[in-house]
């Protein structure tokens, strides 16, 4: 498989490839990343006889090759002839890195951890880290230039593969901070480019609540403190895209969810 910058965004925002998932979970095809059904989230101090939702994520599809964008300025920070980019990242045992599971239709249930209140976002050796990251929907956007050379950060929204700009500013110096909300109007994907660097790029996953998760460098992933219910399940994988199939948590269960991507 080949990807280069432009399919790659189409791929997470319409949904690639096929899943084969050894549960409960019957997946059906995204139609492209939409918006949120309304939601006001309840947080409650306990609850109930919480279910635990984890497992892991592989892939086993034909090898991607890497992106080869040309360095063609900064050389002496970005380094000469060309960056590899790998839109896929997978262990030695197949484990399936940088994917999103989410849980939608959680109406009440337990807090966001504080360190999800500022989505940190770093540009250090001429690249966004990390690659890909999950947040809270309503947080607001840390981002560091740790590079003595000039990057200009242009974030998107990503909705029914439409991008629509939220925010655009250089930050010029070595050690630059700077502070901006992420307000989604109707998607919950962020896509961020560097206008000075085109190899540069990153997504943002956001969530109204904090039953999400991001999976590990082996594909693990875990979602605990689940009010008992009925929800949707949500894989996304920038790549691979999403896909998403219904979820029954009952009381104290134990869920475990193998799924391999292709």
Same mark, same amino acid.
């Not at 991607?64 to 992106?67: H, K, N, R």
């Not at 976002?121 to 309503?138: A, H, L, N, R």
């Not at 593969?161 to 939220?166: E, N, V, W, Y």
């Not at 989604?184 to 994907?189: M, S």
């Given at each position: 498989m080949h990807l280069n910058r432009r399919n790659l965004l189409i791929g997470a925002a319409a949904g690639l490839g !096929?899943?084969?998932a050894k549960s409960t979970v019957n997946f059906a095809h995204a139609q492209g990343l939409g918006g949120l059904s309304a939601l006001?989230?309840?947080?409650?101090?306990t609850i109930p006889n919480p279910g635990r939702f984890r497992g892991k994520l592989s892939y086993s599809g034909a090898p991607?090759?890497?992106?080869e964008m040309q360095v063609t300025k900064d050389g002496s920070i970005c380094g000469d002839g060309a960056r590899d980019i790998q839109p896929l990242r997978v262990a030695d045992d197949g484990g399936l890195s940088d994917a999103v599971v989410q849980i939608r239709g959680v109406t009440r249930g337990k807090p966001w951890t504080?360190?999800?209140?500022?989505t940190k976002?770093?540009?250090?050796?001429?690249?966004?880290?990390?690659?890909?990251?999950?947040?809270? !929907?309503?947080a607001d956007a840390e981002i560091f230039n740790y590079d003595p050379i000039l990057h200009n950060i242009h974030a998107y929204e990503v909705h029914k593969?439409?991008?629509?700009?939220?925010f655009n500013f250089s930050q010029p110096k070595a050690g630059q901070v700077d502070f901006i909300p992420l307000r989604?109007?109707?998607?919950?994907?962020i896509t961020l480019d560097c206008n000075a660097h085109n190899w540069m790029a990153a997504w943002i996953y956001t969530s109204p609540t904090p039953y999400i998760a991001i999976t590990s460098k082996d594909g693990k992933f875990e979602i605990g403190d689940i009010p008992p219910g009925e929800y949707e399940v949500v894989v996304w994988h920038p790549?691979?895209?999403e896909r998403t199939g219904p979820l029954r948590v009952d009381p104290d269960a134990d869920l475990h969810f193998d799924v391999t991507l292709t």
């Open positions: !096929s899943l084969a006001k989230y309840q947080t409650l101090d991607v090759e890497p992106i504080p360190v999800f209140d500022t976002i770093y540009q250090i050796d001429c690249s966004f880290q990390p690659f890909v990251q999950i947040g809270k !929907s309503t593969g439409i991008r629509r700009a939220m989604l109007r109707r998607g919950h994907l790549a691979l895209g």
